[in-house]
């Protein structure tokens, strides 16, 4: 029996020792990662999250981005929150002032659009976090939006791609905004505008994007838009339509919403924009139409109509530059951010301005990387443009 107890002893003091070595052992080579990190230029990397604390998981999101931070020995970090006379455009810029090398935007599509129109052109990368209701770039991105440490490990990791951000101007109602607004996904005016600006907050709230379909639904029958319309194309051709009916007019960076393709030729990396015209008759019939052409280009992936389609168009056509003149002012949207209602519009684009940290390539293209050296490499370059 003794016998027996001697070899239990012996055989947990083994174990004892053999815990503790690999203990020590992880404990060294933890130090010595901290060392290397240290040691590295390119890893000396200074975070700044943008964070929008009007978002319900905000502040559990900011605990989880310190600890997560802290685990991987990361301690150049720090905060700026949006508030509503500070957007994420202005908190960009004064991370970008104070320092930081890549700032992340924690926040749904309005605070990423903002903090990419500062870092649009400044050579230093942005990240994302999404945590809003439709997280519609992220998604194109592929950023995943229910998986909180992946996206913060995407934010903080040194793979990046150049995307291209799209700009709308209101010449008459903003003349001193020289940067327009900036947009990611898609920017319009007419029906779709006017359908987000009366989505009801907690409808959206409980049923998440759903919710603008309801809004939808109340102004089917508003009345149409009207306007002179000039589109230039990338080869320096212009279309010109000097009275354009129209129930929306879209102009696309990404085309991928949740469930359809509004958009299926858009790419955010190709220099150009995706306009389209969106046009109904007949009432509830063209309506039914236009759902029916959705559908049938999501199912293809390209932009055409269904070819029994009627009461319904969508004309699609890629550009570099839009400007619409209007009988009366009219809703506009980025993102779906609402802008003062304006008769003046103009869209424009700019090409592979915008650094964003990814996962990985997107199929078929090539995802750049990027030291901090490259980085400011890239805004030394465009300082001395």
């Given amino acids: 029996m003794n016998g027996w107890l001697m070899a239990l002893l012996i055989v947990v003091c083994v174990l004892v020792v053999v815990i503790g070595i690999i203990a020590v052992i992880r404990l060294v080579q933890r130090h010595r990662h901290a060392q290397v990190v240290a040691a590295r230029s390119d ?9 929008n604390p009007s978002k319900p998981q905000a502040e559990l999101y900011r605990e989880r981005i310190r600890t997560y931070c802290l685990e991987h020995d990361i301690t150049e970090i720090s905060f700026i929150d949006t508030q509503l006379d500070k957007s994420g455009r202005i908190c960009a810029l004064e991370a970008l002032e104070k320092g930081a090398d890549v700032v992340i935007a924690v926040g749904g599509d309005g605070t990423v659009r903002t903090v990419a129109s500062a870092m649009a052109g400044s050579g230093h990368a942005m990240g994302i976090i999404p945590i809003g209701t439709g997280n519609l770039f992220a998604r194109n991105m592929g950023i995943p939006v229910d998986d909180v440490d992946a996206a913060i490990g995407i934010a903080i990791s040194h793979g990046s791609r150049r995307v291209d951000i799209g700009r709308l101007s209101l010449p008459d109602e903003e003349p001193n905004n020289d940067h327009g607004h900036a947009f990611l996904i898609i920017a319009g005016i007419g029906f779709d505008a006017l359908m987000i600006d009366d989505t009801d907050p907690v409808l959206k709230k409980n049923i998440s994007w759903l919710a603008y379909f309801v809004s939808g639904a109340k102004h089917l029958f508003a009345p149409k838009y009207h306007a002179a ?26 085309g991928q919403i949740p469930v359809f393709s509004l958009m299926p030729d858009a790419s955010f990396n190709d220099g150009l924009l995706d ?3 969106i046009d109904t008759s007949g009432g509830l019939i063209g309506w039914a139409n236009l759902f029916g052409d959705v559908v049938h280009q999501t ?5 055409e109509q269904h070819p029994l389609s009627t009461n319904s168009r969508i004309d699609q056509v890629q ?10 002012k009219v809703p506009v949207q980025v993102d779906g951010d609402m802008l003062p209602a304006a008769d003046h519009v103009l869209f424009s684009v700019d090409h592979d301005s915008l650094i964003v940290r990814v996962p990985e390539p997107v199929a078929g293209e090539t995802t750049a990387q990027f030291r901090l050296e490259d980085l400011q490499r890239f805004a030394k370059q465009q300082e001395a443009k």
């Fill in 43 to 51: 890893d000396q990397v200074r975070y700044t999250f943008v964070i």
């Fill in 275 to 277: 306009f389209e015209v």
């Fill in 299 to 303: 199912i293809v992936k390209r932009a």
């Fill in 319 to 328: 550009g570099i530059e839009a400007e619409l003149r209007l009988e009366k």
């Fill in 229 to 254: 319309v000039r589109i230039k194309r990338a080869d320096g051709t212009s279309i010109v339509e000097s009275h354009l009916a129209f129930r929306t007019f879209m102009a696309g960076n990404c």
